[in-house]
């Protein structure tokens, strides 16, 4: 299932020149756009706001690295998933590969973010 982004034009601060197409012909907010939004928000310069960003992905990035969940009530929660070795293919060759076991974070997002967007939540 391919998920269509929302039109970010009607966010309130939202910089339409910080838009960009993705490969889905959808739009996207780049990180110059989130931290304007951000800015605008918590009604800060666009120095400390980004500064702020900064400090929110480093210390997500920080707590999953070392292994740990991040968890944050309505929004969503932030995991490190285990991922099995497995046989692969080639797609050239069609020779098999090995493909090593690995860790990637994963997102799940939580029942107020699901309302928020249109969604639906699974609760219960």
């Known amino acids: 299932m391919v998920l269509q982004p929302r039109r970010l034009g009607a ?3 939202h910089d339409k020149k910080a838009d960009r197409l993705n490969r889905d012909g959808g ?3 780049n990180k ?5 939004v951000v800015a605008n ?4 310069t666009q120095a400390e706001a980004g500064r702020l960003v900064d400090a ?3 210390a997500v990035t920080e707590t999953l690295a070392c292994g740990e969940d991040i968890r944050l009530t309505g929004f969503g929660s932030f995991e490190v998933v285990e991922q099995a070795a497995r046989t692969g293919r080639n797609p ?5 590969i ?5 860790k990637a974070p994963k997102f799940r997002a939580g029942a107020a973010l699901k309302t928020a967007v249109g969604g639906t939540s ?3």
Not at 32 to 36: D, L, W
Not at 92 to 96: K, L, M, S, V, Y
Not at 98 to 102: E, Y
């Open 27 to 29: 739009e996207h907010m």
């Open 11 to 13: 966010v309130a601060g």
């Open 122 to 124: 699974q609760e219960g």
């Open 56 to 58: 929110v992905l480093a």
């Open 41 to 44: 928000k918590a009604n800060l």
């Open 92 to 96: 050239r060759t069609g020779q098999e």
């Open 32 to 36: 110059t756009g989130f931290v304007a």
């Open 98 to 102: 090995a493909i090593p076991a690995s």
